[in-house]
């Protein structure tokens, strides 16, 4: 079966440029979005409080276990918060990183 265009040509016909007000309810998206990220960053709070408190005890009362687990809860909160407060920026920097491949 023969093309009729080079396949070149039909790639360059395909673009996406991505607006909040293309769709109805972008606005509302966009809300729920900063909603569930504040409510994601309420949760990485409370598991660095809850985590420090295990690891003091568990410090305190020379319960390795406890301290460990507590450690890691810690940790784990705080990244989870980095990713959180990057996530914008880093989905951002993908997408005009994509945009520029030709």
């Known amino acids: ?20 007000t293309a769709l109805p309810g ?25 985590g420090a408190a295990a690891w003091a005890l568990g410090s305190h009362g020379n319960n390795y276990q406890y301290a460990t687990s507590g450690r890691k809860a810690v940790l784990v909160s ?3 918060a980095l990713v959180i407060g990057a996530a914008p920026t880093v989905i951002n ?9 030709h």
């Open 1 to 20: 079966m023969a093309v009729s265009a080079p396949a070149g040509v039909l790639a360059g016909l395909v673009t996406m440029d991505p607006s909040a």
């Open 26 to 50: 972008g606005s509302t998206i966009e809300q729920l979005a900063n909603g569930i990220g504040w409510w994601a960053l309420v949760a990485s709070l409370v598991g660095l409080v809850v």
């Open 78 to 80: 705080a990244a989870a």
């Open 93 to 101: 920097f993908l997408f005009q990183a994509g945009r520029g491949i």
